[in-house]
């Protein structure tokens, strides 16, 4: 007996993303599409009972990393094992093309230091096989996935394209370098970029600590390379910004905006430096968006902070010049548990001239025990300060005895209070999208590829007072996000668009703790973190994850344009 179908999802609380009320029934796929939703007459040639599961369009992440994962990895985790479908890398900035030969370590130092990505892992990992952007798109055109990936053009590694040295530097462009920088942006958004990336904050550094190349790039140079998307018809901008005078630097961004005609979209957190400073920046934002500029904020699920371990980039101990670095973990585990060398620890603090770096290993009340599950949301009478003065003991003892046990969370964003209602707040916004993952980067100090779970777990299910609605978030994390792109054809339940779909069991939906994995090029270690509840994930239609697992369907491609080609 002939199917009608390629696969029928039957009896499922279906949350199609429009953000209108979920309700019970059925999604049939065939050719990679769906194919009807609601009640399904005809047969699948494969079947799934998902009663009791919600089913939902697959997830939108437009805030990652993986342009360097992409050219190594067919899977790009941990992104896929929280129901992400597309991904959309080349964020902040920094990214590999285009790129000459001889600049191939300066940009592998700028991605080092901005987004801890090893230099040993990028120069094993990376092939080269590309000078010009539209020549890395292809090179990634040739590749399978387990999710669609689209790429941005990143400003830094433009810059220093045009401009050598004198751009790594952070001179000023001239009125030909503009030009030449916005020519290769016309032909990138033709070639099927994304959009064009940029960075102006001084927390982006090269690994041997120079600030990013785009720092401090002048309005008209930025104006040069949005108009240039303007005539192209195609991209979006992406920006990172430290937002020191808010109101000049929201008022310079809602210029290109408005002169190029393209969405532009901006990193969002409360700083604790101005932990009001998000509240006027949205406000700036409504009276651009009333006027009818395309401007969104892309804000983050929960704090940002990051991981410190034993076997991870740093820890409280790595500036201490007694620390053993290259001691294996067994051994330095040894010593912490030695209160002698402990005390030694104390008593041989680290040189003065590492301020920046001592500030945060050593920011005692801002330290958590991660836990498992793991605790994003930890309560002040819990941190490390706290423990070490409930005991009368140094601050250190405290932090050996956490490292041997585990991780240790930092958050230093968005939770200046001490709680989560100002991202909630975020959250809710008409203006805003969920973003700023960072998958695929950071791999050594955050693991936050996981935002989507924390969106769905914490905020429609878990919080005690200010929950979201599910189907406002699921509308955010999947059309909200596409359409911030130009991706028409996903992030919706509906007839002739994309099978993205994800079966998730909520009551039993959690994140895994995080875990260290060394699969990455020349033995090289990451954070990974996976989700348990998510009972199946698929891509254009093919099922490619079950209960966590790869089947082995790579059916995502590169994106070009934001289009559906």
């Given at each position: ?21 979920g ?9 990679g ?6 009640h ?85 990992g ?80 090269t ?13 008209d ?60 920046l ?42 053993p670095?290259?001691a ?28 920046r ?38 601050y ?49 100090m ?34 909200d ?30 994140l895994?703790?995080p ?51």
């Open positions: 007996m002939s199917s009608d179908f390629d696969l029928v999802i039957r009896n499922g609380h279906i949350v199609d993303g429009s953000g209108a009320a309700y019970e029934g059925d999604v049939a796929v065939k050719d599409r769906i194919a009807s939703v609601g399904v007459s005809g047969r699948g040639a494969e079947e799934i009972d998902a009663k009791g599961l919600l089913v939902t369009p697959g997830f939108v992440d437009v805030h990652t990393h993986y342009d360097g994962q992409a050219t190594w990895d067919q899977r790009l985790q941990p992104s896929s094992w929280h129901g992400v479908t597309t991904v959309i890398a080349g964020n902040c900035g920094v990214g590999f093309a285009p790129c000459r030969v001889e600049d191939h370590d300066r940009l592998i130092r700028l991605m080092e230091g901005v987004e801890d990505l090893p230099f040993p892992v990028l120069k094993d990376l092939p080269w096989n590309w000078q010009s952007f539209p020549e890395y798109l292809d090179s990634l055109a040739g590749r399978a996935f387990d999710m669609d990936i689209g790429l941005q053009l990143p400003h830094a590694a433009l810059r220093v394209f045009v401009m050598g040295e004198r751009g790594a530097n952070r001179e000023v462009a001239s009125a030909d370098e503009i030009a030449q920088m916005a020519a290769l942006a016309e032909t990138a958004m033709h070639a099927g970029a994304m959009g064009f990336s940029t960075s102006r904050t001084l927390n982006h550094r690994s041997d600590g120079q600030p990013t190349p785009t720092l401090t790039a002048a309005e140079e930025l104006m040069g390379i949005a108009l240039a998307l303007g005539r192209a018809g195609k991209g979006v901008l992406q920006f990172v910004s430290d937002f020191a005078d808010p109101v000049a630097e929201f008022a310079m961004m809602r210029r290109l905006c408005e002169a190029s005609g393209r969405p532009l979209s901006f990193s969002l957190a409360q700083s604790p430096v101005a932990p009001l400073g998000w509240r006027k949205l406000d700036m934002l409504e009276q651009a968006t009333a006027a009818g500029l395309p401007m969104k904020a892309q804000v983050a699920a929960r704090p940002v902070g990051v991981l410190l371990g034993l076997d991870l980039t740093l820890n409280p101990f790595s500036l201490h010049p007694d620390w670095k290259s294996a973990l067994d051994e330095q585990r040894r010593l912490l548990a030695d209160p002698d060398f402990v005390a030694r620890l104390i008593a041989n603090p680290p040189p003065a001239g590492n301020a770096g001592t500030a945060l290993l050593h920011r005692w009340g801002d330290m958590y025990q991660l836990g498992d599950p793991p605790n994003y949301k930890p309560l002040p009478e819990t941190s490390l300060a706290a423990e070490a003065m409930r005991r009368g003991v140094a250190e003892v405290v932090a050996a005895e956490w490292l041997c046990a585990g991780m240790i969370y930092v958050p230093f964003l968005n939770f200046a209070d001490g709680d989560l209602n100002a991202v909630g707040a975020m959250l809710a916004h008409p203006d805003t999208i969920p973003g700023l993952s960072d998958g695929g980067a950071h791999v050594g955050i693991c936050d590829g996981s935002f989507p779970t924390t969106l769905i777990t914490h905020w429609a299910r878990d919080r005690s007072h200010g929950r979201l609605p599910l189907e406002f978030l699921i509308k955010r994390q999947a059309h996000t596409a359409r911030a792109l130009g991706l028409t054809d996903r992030g919706l339940l509906r007839p002739g668009l994309r099978a993205d779909v994800n079966l998730i069991d909520l009551d039993h939906l959690a895994l703790p875990d260290v994995a060394h699969d990455l090029p020349a033995g090289g270690r990451r954070l990974v973190q996976r989700a348990r509840g998510i009972r199946a994930t698929l891509v254009a239609g093919q099922i490619t994850y079950r209960e966590g697992e790869a089947t082995g369907a790579l059916p995502g491609r590169l994106l070009r344009g934001g289009t559906s080609d």
